[in-house]
């Protein structure tokens, strides 16, 4: 349930219904609108509280909310959530580009790439460090040493970074070097990485189930909100259909549908949406057009020759380029800012 108060009321008097409602073994989580305070209740209530808190004072009104989501959901936090990293804020009138390639392969790589999306206009360098493949004998990634080279590069050209946690036991490493952490498709349901990830201030990525419905996305969400983590961003990365063109089928619907469901930013990710190059970029603006918050775009110097053979979804730089210019374009249409900064990219 959500106990709703104005915003005139006290601090302290905040503060004394919080308490009122923990000492029943209850979490409370404070959320400040422009008109309204509202306290979001999680844990098994017994009947009789919702009722002795409409007697308190200063409280307007007492909803319970069916949705198994609580603090994921508009009912609990109707504005929306904007997460600022240092100069960049996702999920407000910025549009947010994270670009880069499936995997860190080498200093001298990341490093390149990490150039090329500065100077394309992006905000975040993207690279994986630890990789969940399908086959036990892929290309698994190199691990720290990758998180020490991503971070280098990122600090060097002025990005922000966002690099995927698989297990519990990393999440405090790839915190160490990275602004982001992503959860994968295969680990939206890992509940005790979720959890883990509930008790750190960093953002994280939470990336869809290739299987999942909204209702399942959401309560993903809602392990690591739980835990104490505000700073979430879910991101639509495609699910799996009857449909073989394509590597996933993209959900565009999932960006108006999951904003109007929750207040939590969302990423499109276009590019395990298609697994096709050429498709990469219509469904880029297709997103934006769509209302998400930013886009999770690979970009590889070479990836037809990429170690993750995932090339064939990774744009090449001058394709990477020319969607951020047209990005440009397209986002003050959308409602969006979005600013190349007019670099010229040498390759």
Known sequence: MIVIISNKV????????????????????????????????????????????????????????????????????????????????????????????CAVESPQQIDEIARIVKAAGAQVLRGGAFKPRTGPYSFQGIGVEGLEMMAEAGKKHGLLTITEVMTPEYVDVCAEYADILQVGTRNMQNFDLLRKLGTIKTPVLLKRGFSSTYDEFLNAAEYILAGGNPNVMLCERGIRTFESYTRNTLDLAAVPALQSLSHLPVIADPSHGTGRRELVEPMSKAAVAAGANGLIVEM?????????????????????????????????????????????IVV
Do not use: W
Request: aromatic content about 4%.
């Open 10 to 101: 006290s601090e302290e008097r905040i503060d004394e219904i919080v308490q009122h409602i923990e000492k029943h073994e209850l979490q409370a989580h404070v959320s400040k609108g422009v008109d309204r305070t509202v306290i979001g209740i999680i844990g098994n209530a017994h009947p009789q509280l919702s009722e002795q808190l409409r007697q308190l004072s200063d409280v307007e009104q007492v909803v319970k909310i069916s949705k198994s989501y609580k603090l994921a959901s508009r009912d609990f936090h109707p504005l929306d959530t904007v997460i600022k990293i240092k100069d960049v804020e996702i999920g407000g009138e910025q549009l947010v580009i994270m670009g880069g390639p």
């Open 300 to 344: 590889h110097t070479d990836p037809d020759n990429s170690m993750t053979g995932d090339g064939v979804q990774s744009l090449f730089p001058q394709q990477f380029a020319k969607l951020m210019q047209d990005l440009e374009q397209l986002a003050p249409l959308c409602g969006k800012s979005f600013d190349t900064k007019k670099d010229t």
